[in-house]
């Protein structure tokens, strides 16, 4: 069983940046495909962004192409969500999970979630 915690949220003004981290333990990140999913209050859960196994293929949400990174260090057993130019519309809980397709279908095993505020 693979457990994910976040972690690197916080409160940013509007155009900073933040570096969220998804640390797993349980198994090597290294068999799944990982995502970064929000959710913002009164909002349903939205997807943001995942990668490949190896880090070759990635796909984000449009509201966020060009502004997030998603990467992944496999020997870190950790996957990374660089946020850049962060609007306030961006805050939301911020959750890490996995999948074993790609594309992505089934994500699960999901973390406890990270707090992203955006102050205008």
């Known amino acids: 069983q693979v457990q994910l915690v976040e972690s690197g949220g916080g409160l940013v003004q509007a155009g900073g940046s933040l570096r969220l981290s998804c640390a797993a333990s349980?198994?090597?990140?290294?068999?799944?495909?990982m995502g970064w999913f929000r959710q913002a209050p009164g909002k349903v859960r939205e997807f943001v962004a995942a990668i490949s196994w190896s880090g070759g293929s990635t796909r984000y949400a449009d509201s966020v192409k060009g502004r997030f990174t998603i990467s992944r260090d496999n020997a870190r057993n950790t996957v990374y969500l660089q946020m850049n130019s962060l609007k306030p519309e961006d805050t939301a809980v911020y959750y890490c999970?996995?999948?074993?397709?790609?594309?992505?279908?089934?994500?699960?095993?999901w973390g406890q979630g990270t707090q992203v505020t955006v102050s205008s």
């Open positions: 349980g198994r090597s990140l290294s068999n799944y495909v």
């Open positions: 999970a996995l999948d074993s397709s790609w594309p992505p279908v089934d994500f699960g095993s």
